[in-house]
């Protein structure tokens, strides 16, 4: 993936991120606040920048959790990707030392 176009949301507590491999367009935003719970409205406010992004799929990403609602509101839209806090520490989970990745000093 290549990053195409990066811009701080109007809250000051997100980023948007355009990333793009061939055809596909990812709207990426990443919050980042002291809330530890998301609520639907960051991901309305998402969705409803994905046409004029040029995007053709948005994710949100979270250090903290979302709420019941907001996964409920992700779920009605099957262009939209959620990764909490949970998911990022898997994701950022140190690689076993048999690995051929080096990790930056």
């Known amino acids: 993936l290549e990053p195409t176009d990066a811009s701080s949301g109007e809250d000051g507590?997100?980023?948007d991120l355009l990333l793009q491999q061939?055809?596909?367009v990812i709207l990426l935003r990443c919050k980042h606040n002291r809330l530890y719970q998301v609520?639907?409205?960051?991901l309305q406010t998402l969705m409803e920048?994905?046409?004029a992004s040029g995007a053709n799929s948005?994710?949100?990403v979270a250090s903290?959790?979302?709420t019941r609602q907001a996964r409920d509101e992700a779920a009605r839209h099957t262009r939209l990707l959620l990764v909490d806090g949970n998911d990022l520490r898997r994701m950022?989970?140190?690689a076993p030392a048999t690995s051929n990745m080096t990790r930056p000093a």
């Open 13 to 15: 507590a997100s980023a």
């Open 22 to 24: 061939g055809r596909d």
């Open 39 to 42: 609520t639907q409205k960051p």
């Open 49 to 51: 920048a994905l046409p």
């Open 58 to 60: 948005a994710m949100l």
């Open 64 to 66: 903290g959790e979302f």
């Open 92 to 94: 950022l989970k140190p």
